[in-house]
């Protein structure tokens, strides 16, 4: 069964007029950043016993004991898996399995993992902000800032879990403490390469309304279902020469008037990429 459904997405990804992909965060797990495990233990095994985290993510919210150290836990999670080398090549499969053809991609994801692995900015659209841009944490300007140089430093100069507090970044414009440039809430600033991707988007799908399209769902949950998936569901319903498609290791699904368009396939991503170049 396994074989019949790689061969079919592969079949009508050959044919596809057009193949907008929407990536989850199931992609990034499949590209080797796991949150927890082993992996956790490498980079946090300090933060881990103090205050007994079972993943990176939830690690976030800690009630860390001062702010010095809330950003050496941050900061070094940026650094880790937004700066340093991407464990699998994932991402590079999945460019080289899109080679030649018409193609957009939509992700959810901050690790910035497309355009490291070489991916056209005009190819793509960030909708929930990059774990490499700061921002005013209250925002009093819509600009965003590379954080680069200053993670590097605070990583750098890490000491006893804290970092050194004259390295905080602060807004250049009001002084108020910077924050990273990620959609936890309504503070998230749409900055201007935002709005510019956000456009190359909404254009690319009005001009592929009709047609041979292909929607690819890659590791898409229901964590932020208004994004991805049920825009992709609904586009294909609305176009019968559409096909949709999902893959992720937990739950694939559709809606049951793509039942007869639509292909799921419950495995690893990057095993399954493999097997469609």
């Not at 994932?90 to 910035?112: A, S």
């Not at 793509?124 to 590097?152: I, M, R, V, W």
Request: charged share 25%; net charge negative.
């Amino acid at each position: 069964m396994w074989e019949v459904l790689v061969n079919k997405l592969k079949e009508v990804f050959q044919n596809a007029d057009a193949i907008i992909v929407g990536a989850g965060a199931g992609l990034s797990s499949s590209a080797g950043y796991d949150f927890g495990g082993e992996r956790l233990q490498k980079y946090f095994g300090d933060f881990v016993e103090k205050y007994g985290m079972k993943d990176m993510y939830t690690g976030c919210f800690a009630d860390f004991e001062t702010n010095e150290e809330r950003w050496a836990y941050w900061s070094r999670w940026a650094w880790i898996n937004r700066y340093e080398p991407i464990p699998k090549d994932t991402h590079k499969k999945l460019l080289k399995l899109l080679e030649g053809k018409d193609y957009f991609v939509l992700t959810t994801n901050i690790d910035h993992a497309f355009q490291r692995a070489g991916f056209s900015k005009e190819h793509l659209c960030y909708t929930q902000g990059d774990f490499g841009l700061f921002q005013c944490s209250k925002p009093c300007h819509t600009d965003t800032y590379d954080n680069y140089a200053t993670l590097q430093k605070m990583v750098r100069e890490e000491k006893n879990m804290s970092v050194p507090t004259e390295l905080i970044p602060h807004c250049p414009r009001c002084g108020r403490e910077m924050d990273f440039n990620l959609f936890w809430d309504d503070t998230f600033i749409r900055d201007k390469g935002w709005h510019i991707a956000h456009k190359r988007y909404t254009d690319y799908i009005e001009q592929h309304k009709n047609g041979k399209v292909l929607y690819l769902e890659l590791g898409v949950g229901f964590n932020s279902p208004g994004v991805i998936k049920i825009p992709f569901w609904n586009m294909a319903a609305e176009n019968p020469d559409a096909v949709f498609a999902s893959v992720n290791l937990t739950l694939p699904c559709y809606p049951e008037i793509l039942e007869h368009r639509s292909i799921v396939i419950q495995d690893d991503i990057d095993h399954v990429i493999e097997n469609l170049i």
